[in-house]
């Protein structure tokens, strides 16, 4: 069930971690009028715009006799079950049951419903648990909240584990060998040593030895979402605005399935933003989705039990940070087993 605080640390590591907020959807998936089904942290959910156009989030499923909500019908503020016709609001109480109007299930919120945000292209929804409903403060990453960085975002669905695409954004080596003839990471050293640098947000893995010429660094921040920030460097001839930063999120789908959330921005104003947009609409876009899609191919051809049977050495000091991380916060979600 949605919220359930009964799930194991294996169970939440695999699927996603509590307590935070993710990226479900982009907001240009979702018309006004709209709704539709998604699956997010393993578990089935009704998106739907309110009549105001605001994003709304659901349980997919009738507090009645448990049919998809996504079936149904959009009624504005509500969503009646095609099943028996059952109104649902979008705080998941009970609105209406109009064969036995006047019945008990009137009036009780009986359908889990999620905090949401819509921000930068993206909704986000807060996944807590039954120990902690009320959202966490979210801070969003300064270039989707600063005017004068313009971020353009793009979405792609990967069967990958959530795990295996965050670790590939923390090991910034790959983009020497696997993006090598990309029109961007074709230069620098085939060598480097790393470290690790904390912050007050999380913590940055960058090489020792180079900066700004290959994908030579990447900060991990938790500001109530996760996400990591990176840049390339961009010769003048790709426009205005300097380094082409990324920042990128994911949405845990289900255990072999993500959502990948990349926000392609740069410093541009006025006349040079519009040709920053341009040059990447007409010429740059295409090019960033072939470097994606080596990322996507290797990271489908891994197994899914790929992190059993590793050996690994200095460069992954990144990705061993990570792991370690997620691997308490799951530990400290999952709810203790009983004795037998």
């Known amino acids: 069930m949605p919220l359930s605080t009964t799930d194991t640390a294996a169970h939440i590591y695999a699927n996603g971690l509590r307590n935070q907020w993710h990226p479900v959807a982009p907001s240009a998936s979702l018309a006004p009028g709209a709704m539709r089904k998604i699956t997010a942290l393993g578990e089935p959910w009704l998106l739907f715009r309110r009549a105001d156009g605001a994003p709304a989030l659901l349980a997919d499923r009738c507090p009645h006799r448990g049919a998809p909500l996504s079936l149904g019908k959009h009624l504005g503020d509500r969503v009646a079950c095609w099943y028996h016709g059952v109104e649902v609001e979008t705080d998941g109480t009970v609105s209406s049951v109009p064969g036995l109007p006047g019945c008990a299930l009137e009036g009780k919120k009986l359908v889990p419903s999620l905090p949401v945000r819509e921000v930068a292209g993206a909704i986000l929804a807060y996944f807590g648990d039954d120990q902690h409903p009320e959202p966490v403060p979210l801070t969003l990453p300064e270039p989707l909240d600063d005017p004068d960085i313009e971020p353009i975002l793009c979405y792609a669905e990967w069967n990958a ?180």
């Open 161 to 340: 584990p959530w795990r295996y695409v965050m670790e590939n954004l923390l090991d910034p080596m790959h983009g020497a060998f696997l993006h090598r003839e990309s029109h961007t990471m074709y230069d620098g050293d085939t060598t480097a040593k790393f470290r690790i640098r904390e912050t007050d947000r999380g913590y940055f893995f960058e090489k020792t030895d180079q900066r700004g010429v290959n994908f030579d660094w990447v900060e991990l921040c938790r500001t109530g979402v996760d996400w990591v920030d990176l840049t390339i460097p961009y010769p003048p001839s790709a426009g205005p605005g300097g380094p082409f930063g990324i920042v990128g999120m994911t949405c845990p789908v289900d255990v072999e399935r993500t959502g990948v959330f990349f926000w392609r921005y740069r410093r541009v104003q006025g006349w040079q933003r519009d040709t920053w947009r341009f040059l990447y609409k007409t010429l740059i876009e295409e090019r960033h989705w072939e470097v994606l899609e080596q990322d996507r191919t290797m990271l489908e051809a891994m197994p899914t039990d790929a992190d059993q049977h590793e050996n690994l050495y200095q460069h992954d000091l990144g990705v061993v940070r990570l792991r370690r991380l997620y691997w308490a916060q799951a530990q400290q979600q999952a709810t203790p087993a009983t004795p037998e």
